[in-house]
T-cell receptor
Framework: DQQVKQNSPSLSVQEGRISILNCDYT??????FLWYKKYPAEGPTFLIS?????DKNEDGRFTVFLNKSAKHLSLHIVPSQPGDSAVYFC????????????FGKGTSLLVTP | KAGVTQTPRYLIKTRGQQVTLSCSPI?????VSWYQQTPGQGLQFLFE???????NKGNFPGRFSGRQFSNSRSEMNVSTLELGDSALYLC????????????FGPGTRLTVT
């Protein structure tokens, strides 16, 4: 059963604009959330994370927002660049599960010039 | 620092055979996790090892097994291969101490014919 869902398989955004990638989860016990970016023929690359005790975390152009009551998180990329074109995975974990990450199926982002 | 390395990168096996995949974590990382990525199921957690002990296991049949050596290198084994085992197998390593960021290798693409 998929506990982490990314309902948009793809997203297209113009260069310079904001990209918003969404993720929903069903397990209210999840307490740590991460975003990964994946290029073809490479493994996922860690982007940014957020603990459930926060509602926002920012790192350069990337900001993750967490809404625990809605069991929803989003990744904002501002401004979007063509090099950001990749598949983005949302992941969630339980502190007592160690390093087992539950992944969404990914959203393919295309940033056009 | 060198990243996570996985060997081989590509593998073709016949149904019923067994296969062993290898992973070398980032130097100093003591936790190694394995994931299976398929188009239909996305990224799914297989198991995680720390100090040569399996700490966590995903929902996969017993044909999937792994081990970790004293130098933190890890292997995973799949016996009696089935067509449905065709997938990208990803290894990820991480530090201890509350960090949940996992660093992925490029993966091994296994094709079962």
């Amino acid at each position: 059963d998929q506990q982490v869902k990314q309902n948009s398989p793809s997203l297209s955004v113009q260069e310079g604009r904001i990209s918003i990638l969404n993720c929903d989860y069903t397990n209210s016990m999840f307490d740590y959330f991460l975003w990964y970016k994946k290029y073809p023929a490479e493994g996922p690359t860690f982007l940014i994370s957020i603990s459930s005790i926060k509602d926002k975390n920012e790192d350069g152009r990337f900001t993750v927002f967490l809404n625990k009551s809605a069991k929803h998180l989003s990744l904002h990329i501002v401004p979007s660049q063509p090099g950001d074109s990749a598949v983005y995975f949302c992941a969630a974990s339980l502190t007592n599960s160690g390093y087992a990450l539950n992944f969404g199926k990914g959203t393919s982002l295309l940033v056009t010039p | 620092k060198a990243g996570v390395t996985q060997t081989p990168r590509y593998l073709i096996k016949t149904r019923g055979q067994q296969v062993t995949l290898s992973c070398s974590p980032i130097s100093g990382h003591r936790s190694v996790s394995w994931y299976q990525q398929t188009p239909g199921q996305g990224l799914q957690f297989l198991f995680e090892y720390f100090s040569e002990t399996q700490r966590n296991k995903g929902n996969f049949p017993g044909r999937f097994s792994g081990r970790q050596f004293s130098n933190s290198r890890s292997e995973m084994n799949v016996s009696t291969l089935e067509l449905g085992d065709s997938a990208l197998y990803l290894c990820a390593s991480s530090l201890m101490g509350g960090s949940y960021e996992q660093y992925f290798g490029p993966g091994t693409r296994l094709t079962v014919t």
